[in-house]
């Protein structure tokens, strides 16, 4: 496994796969890796020639009073990580190779980035887009994998790949999940004890939703109120959002019909989490 940590160097590679006739799939995280951001891995190795993992912390999608200084950061183990998952090259560049001085370009997705994560994160989703472009331009890659761990930020990514007719496939794979359901993610290490038992109410919120669709409920409201409930029961938890809306659109639905997403942004302490599901009733 080769780490790059220059982005002249990585288009030169990227020119030699392409010379040769290789597939690029590109898996972009902001490392701290677990087994979600390796069932990308997975899901590249499978569809394409060369796998590359970028590692850049993205400080354009973090606002002001975030946790970007303090996002957790290990080098060393991700290589381990991605080497024996297979990755054949890691893209680590530096902050000044990516925003060097000047730097005054950015994209824009508008509508799917109005609600959920959109509302309250200002500004959130036009740096994931504007990173992803970069790195889409960088790498090349004839597929990028996303997780559905952020389904907003995966839709957002393939509405751009469209829009901007990039030509590039963008999949987005399943949320990889601990033992007791909780949703893979670096920030899962901020959690106290306390509040890690208390974050497994996510997704039990989420099961026990869809346990309610399929037994017939149909009223938007009244799910979002028995999600709610669930998650008030703890103690460490603060509801940020409770959503229902449709899969495609991102926008809210007040009766559940055809493709919905249940989509959920709760701190515990003064960690944010996330967690959706998708749910289809014909
Ligand atoms: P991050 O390093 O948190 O920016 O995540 C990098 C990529 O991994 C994104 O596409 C995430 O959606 C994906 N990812 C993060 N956690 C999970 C998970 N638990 N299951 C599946 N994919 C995930």
């Known amino acids: 496994m080769k780490t790059i940590e220059n982005i002249s160097r990585m288009s030169t590679f990227v020119k030699m796969m392409k010379k040769e006739g290789k597939s690029i799939g590109l898996v972009p995280t902001m490392g701290y890796l677990h087994e979600g951001h390796l069932s990308l891995v997975k899901a590249a190795k499978k569809h394409t020639d060369v796998v590359v993992m970028s590692i850049f912390i993205n400080p354009l999608q973090f606002a002001p009073h975030e946790d970007l200084e303090k996002y957790p950061r290990d080098l060393k183990h991700d290589e381990e990580m991605a080497r024996t998952a297979g990755v054949d090259v890691v893209f680590y560049p530096s902050l000044k190779d990516m925003y060097p001085e000047g730097y005054a370009t950015y994209v824009t997705v508008e509508k799917l980035t109005d609600n959920l994560c959109g509302e309250s994160r200002t500004g959130h989703f036009r740096g994931v887009t504007t990173v992803v472009i970069k790195l889409f331009n960088i790498v090349k890659p004839d597929v ?139």
């Open 144 to 282: 990028a994998y996303f997780g559905q761990k952020d389904m907003q930020q995966a839709l957002t990514v393939k509405k751009m790949a469209s829009d901007l007719n990039m030509g590039i496939e963008v999949k987005m794979m399943p949320v990889v999940r601990e033992k007791d359901g909780l949703a893979m993610s670096s920030r899962n290490m901020y959690l106290n004890d306390a509040e890690r038992k208390d974050a497994a109410v996510l997704h039990q919120s989420l099961k026990n939703a869809e346990t309610l669709i399929k037994n017939g409920e149909r009223d938007a409201g009244k799910v979002m109120k028995a999600v709610e409930e669930m998650i008030r029961s703890k103690q460490s938890a603060r509801i940020e959002y409770v959503k229902l809306v449709d899969a495609r659109e991102l926008k809210d639905v007040k009766m559940i019909t055809g493709e919905i997403a249940l989509s959920v942004a709760v701190f515990f302490g003064k960690t944010r989490l996330i967690d959706n599901t998708t749910i289809t009733v014909r």
